[in-house]
């Protein structure tokens, strides 16, 4: 396992930093850090070592290890990435923000309590469809490239489980998968 952890030099100075696709944003120990550009995947481990997703965050949204206080925890790259920090004597300017993170992560713990897998798989693809979507002809292309696996962490549920899954909604026509790790919600 691999941990994202603070580098008080990248901080000190940090107005905007860029950071690539699947890269690992160093997390500061205090403040908040803002999605300004792209989509991540924060992360957390059972004791047993398997990993929990903790949410999907993109543009305007804040993320921190002070906001979670789960450790460990990780700051994926889903796409490339622009980031500021935010110092902490300066997080009461993003309360907004802050209310948003907090409703975010209260839906999508909503969605892992729900009784059908397959009504919680749908329900995340609709979450992530939401924020992350852009409209094509078939519906909308949740603009991400999601694994089976990821999608399973997010879950807690075991990717042959996912794929099944995926495989039911495509033939029920919720969902379109004919480009590779791409979703598409369909609009029929």
Known sequence: MTFSTYTPGLYASFKHQTF????LVPVPSQGLLRIERGAVR????????TPITLGYWGVGDVI???LSGVEPYQIECKTHVEISYIPANLCDRSLEEIFAHIQQTQAFFCI???ESLRDRLLQLLILLGKKFGREVAQ?????LRLTHQ???????????????LMARLEEDGLIDRSRPQYIVLTSS
């Open 150 to 164: 990821e999608i399973s962490e997010s879950l807690g549920i075991t990717r042959i489980t996912v794929t099944r």
């Open 20 to 23: 690539t696709h699947r890269q």
């Open 112 to 114: 892992l309590r729900s």
């Open 139 to 143: 519906g909308l292309l949740i603009d």
């Open 42 to 49: 924060t992360v957390t481990w059972s004791d047993q070592g």
């Open 64 to 66: 921190g290890q002070s």
